[in-house]
């Protein structure tokens, strides 16, 4: 069964940046895509970014993180990150990482980012 470790969240002052780290532990031959999710405290789950592994690598962001956020991806390694530059408070969240392989949906466990005023 293929585990997602995720790393990098953490506490941090608005205006600062952090870069999230989500690696597949055994290899996967198969992504379709590769993502970032978060949720906020009463909030439901909701997309940050998303990259189609294969070809170009296209991406797709919230509207409320773009022009901050960056997805990018290390096929090789089977590693996604998550570079968020500017954070601002509501940010705040866990941020839980995905990828998509086949028919199978893999989630990670959640790594928590504070973002203070």
């Known amino acids: 069964q293929v585990q997602l470790v995720e790393s990098g969240g953490g506490l941090v002052q608005a205006g600062g940046s952090l870069r999230l780290s989500c690696a597949a532990s055994?290899?996967?031959?198969?992504?379709?895509?590769m993502g970032w999710y978060r949720q906020a405290p009463g909030k439901q789950r909701e997309l940050v970014a998303h990259?189609?592994?294969?070809?170009?690598?296209?991406?797709n962001y919230a509207d409320s993180v773009k022009g901050r956020f960056t997805i990018s991806r290390d096929n090789a390694k089977n590693t996604v990150y998550l570079q968020m530059n500017n954070l601002k408070p509501e940010d705040t969240a866990v941020y839980y990482c995905?990828?998509?392989?086949?028919?199978?949906?893999?989630w990670g466990q959640g790594t928590q980012v504070t973002v203070s005023s």
């Open positions: 995905n990828i998509v392989e086949s028919a199978y949906n893999y």
């Open positions: 055994e290899r996967m031959f198969n992504i379709i895509a």
């Open positions: 990259i189609i592994s294969g070809g170009s690598g296209i991406t």
